[in-house]
């Protein structure tokens, strides 16, 4: 080729050496046709599904409560859930469960082996979310049965994961119940107790109607002991002293009756307030224990059963047809590469030789 040449020169260049250049990609889709028959067959299984709501894990409301659950998971439980399915612990799983040091072929007593295995798996096995947002895990293996069998405990231990999380997380919070509830039971007695000292101290055991029927009572014996009274004024006026005598006792009676009811009167009025203030606080915290025990209760319904952390849409299912290699691709993609060097190879060696740059570069 001259100095000023042209692509019309390059293409004449690779037209009269195109014998070699074909010779040469022959060569390579042989070779990597061959090559290509020793590389093993991979065979990959998918299982698809939602991640469930967190709703389902919390327990049934109470009373007036109202609930409103979601089935299905959103953004934030999907993210949960790839975070799991990403784990160590589920990698640790599957190397455990499936003997991978053994079926990868990896030394589990090499320092590295812990790691060349989970490098090894981690290149097989694929957590993605789809178009969808839904989760997928695939699994490729040189056996098909295997692949589908890692890919399905592979769901199952990301949904073993997210209810044993809920699950420590309920019995923390059944913990914090019984702390409450022992807690208040404590206080509930000691209010009690001084609720019972106070209404024997004071003789008040229904403030209510206590006071009511002390409103009763009082003006009755007041009218009582004005009448009696008058009759003794009477009497001892134009009376006979029988009668005298009776009504002085009557008088003294109803004297009697209105200073003892005066005094209970008086020792009602002084703790009143007082027994009227334990048992609003004595029913406040009935209230409060009950409701907690309620709660309790059926938070430990909800910590004993399982509930539904994933939604599967699909089970992974015995891969037919493998996934890789492509043969064909190999060998058309090889063969294309080599052409290409081939052609690029000729225009160097005819820049050298026409620009004799290997003189110069050996000078």
């Known amino acids: 080729m001259s100095k000023d040449h042209s692509l019309i020169d390059a293409i004449s260049l690779l037209y009269k050496n195109r014998k070699k250049i074909i010779v040469a990609c022959a060569i390579a ?13 991979y065979y990959q299984a998918s299982t698809q599904f939602y991640p469930a709501s967190s709703d389902l ?3 049934l ?13 959103d953004s934030r439980d999907l993210d949960r859930v790839l975070t799991i399915a990403h784990s160590t612990e589920l990698q640790e799983y599957l190397i455990r469960t499936f003997n991978l040091y053994d079926h990868y072929d990896v030394d589990s007593t090499n320092k590295k082996g812990a790691i060349q ?3 090894k798996l981690q290149k097989l096995y694929k957590p993605l979310k789809t178009e969808y947002d839904a989760v997928e895990l695939s699994v490729e293996d040189v056996d098909p049965e295997l692949s589908a069998k890692m890919a399905n405990a592979a769901r199952d231990k990301v949904s073993d994961i997210i209810q044993t999380v809920v699950k420590e997380s309920q019995k923390d919070l059944l913990d914090t119940y019984e702390s409450n509830i022992d807690s208040k039971e404590k206080g509930l007695r000691v209010i009690s107790d001084s609720l019972k000292r106070m209404r024997e101290k004071f003789e008040i055991f229904n403030p209510v ?10 003006p009755g014996v007041e009218a009582s002991l004005s009448k009696a009274e008058a009759k003794l004024q009477s009497y001892k006026l134009s009376g006979p002293r029988d009668s005298v005598r009776v009504y002085n006792v009557k008088v003294a009676g109803f004297k009697g009756q209105l200073e003892s009811l005066n005094k209970r009167i ?3 009025n002084d703790g009143y307030t007082l027994v009227a203030t334990l048992e609003r606080e004595k029913d406040i915290f009935t209230e409060k224990l009950s409701k907690d025990k309620e709660k309790y209760k059926q938070l430990k319904v909800t910590y004993e059963s399982p509930f ?14 493998k996934s890789r290699p492509k043969r064909s691709l190999i060998v058309i993609g090889v063969s294309f590469l080599t052409g290409l060097l081939a052609c690029l190879f000729l225009l160097l060696q005819e820049q050298f030789r026409e620009n004799k740059w290997l003189e110069k570069i050996t000078k």
Request: aromatic share 8%; hydrophobic share 35%.
């Open 308 to 321: 539904t952390s994933i939604h599967v849409l699909q089970k992974a299912e015995t891969p037919i047809i």
């Open 29 to 41: 889709a042989i070779g990597s046709a061959i090559i290509s028959l020793f590389l093993p067959n």
């Open 266 to 268: 008086e020792k009602y």
């Open 61 to 73: 409301p109470t009373g007036n409560e109202v609930l409103n659950r979601n089935y299905y998971g």
């Open 209 to 218: 109607s206590q006071g009511k029927t002390y409103g009763e009572l009082l």
């Open 57 to 59: 894990a919390k327990p």
């Open 117 to 119: 295995v989970a490098k």
